[in-house]
């Protein structure tokens, strides 16, 4: 059972466009909500984070927007640039007892030039 | 990539064959966790450690095991490795992993494939 869906599983938006990619997720209990960026050949790198108490983050180029009624978030990422191109994970911490985060299956994003 | 090293950076090796991965992380940091990332699927929680022996299941522990006899390595064991076990293997650490400010920083990742 997937706790957290990711869509859309890849995008394509035009340099200086606004990317969007969306998550929702079930349980409640989840308390801790990342985004992670993640080049071919590395690991993910933590992003932005957000809080469920907060509607929304930003830092620089990038906003969390929250909806705890709706149990969504989403990323936002303005002015795209082709150095952004890369595949993008939402995450949540707190469900079923575990201690580590439990990630969305991630979205291919190209911005073309 | 926050002071976390994995190794092998990559591994071949054949069905039934014992497999240890290592991690070792210079940040002093109490939690660490071992993930696996296959297409399609994200990254899955296979154990994690909130301290010295102390270690607990994630979502896909079957097959695995893991030991932290330090603060700064933390290893993880596939008794006998099988295709299915084929992946990417990351390494995180955190520093508050039980509270909700549990940033998590991820390690280089070991490629494994299993013939």
């Known amino acids: 059972q997937q706790q957290v869906k990711q869509s859309p599983q890849s995008l394509i938006v035009q340099k200086g466009g606004i990317s969007i990619i969306n998550c929702a997720y079930e349980?409640?209990?989840?308390?801790?909500f990342p985004w992670y960026q993640q080049f071919p050949g590395k690991g993910p790198a933590l992003l932005i984070a957000?809080?469920?108490?907060?509607s929304e983050k930003k830092e620089g180029r990038f906003t969390i927007s929250f909806n705890k009624s709706a149990k969504q978030f989403s990323l936002h990422i303005m002015d795209s640039q082709p150095g952004d191109s890369a595949t993008y994970f939402c995450a949540a911490r707190g469900g079923g007892g575990a201690d580590g985060l439990t990630f969305g299956k991630g979205t291919h994003l190209i911005i073309q030039p | 990539d926050a002071g976390i090293t994995q190794s092998p950076r990559h591994k071949v090796t054949e069905t039934g064959t014992p497999v240890t991965l290592r991690c070792h992380q210079t940040e002093n940091h109490r939690y660490m966790y071992w993930y696996r990332q296959d297409p399609g699927h994200g990254l899955r929680l296979i154990h994690y450690s909130y301290g010295v022996k102390d270690t607990d299941k994630g979502e896909v522990s079957d097959g695995y095991s893991v030991s932290r006899s330090k603060t700064e390595d933390f290893l993880l064991t596939l008794e006998s490795a099988t295709s299915s076990q084929t992946s990417v293997y990351f390494c995180?650490?955190?520093?508050?992993?039980?509270?909700?400010?549990?940033?998590?920083?991820f390690g280089p990742g070991t490629r494994l494939t299993v013939l």
């Open positions: 957000i809080r469920p108490d907060v």
């Open positions: 995180a650490i955190s520093r508050s992993g039980g509270s909700s400010y549990n940033e998590q920083f």
């Open positions: 349980n409640t209990a989840f308390d801790y």
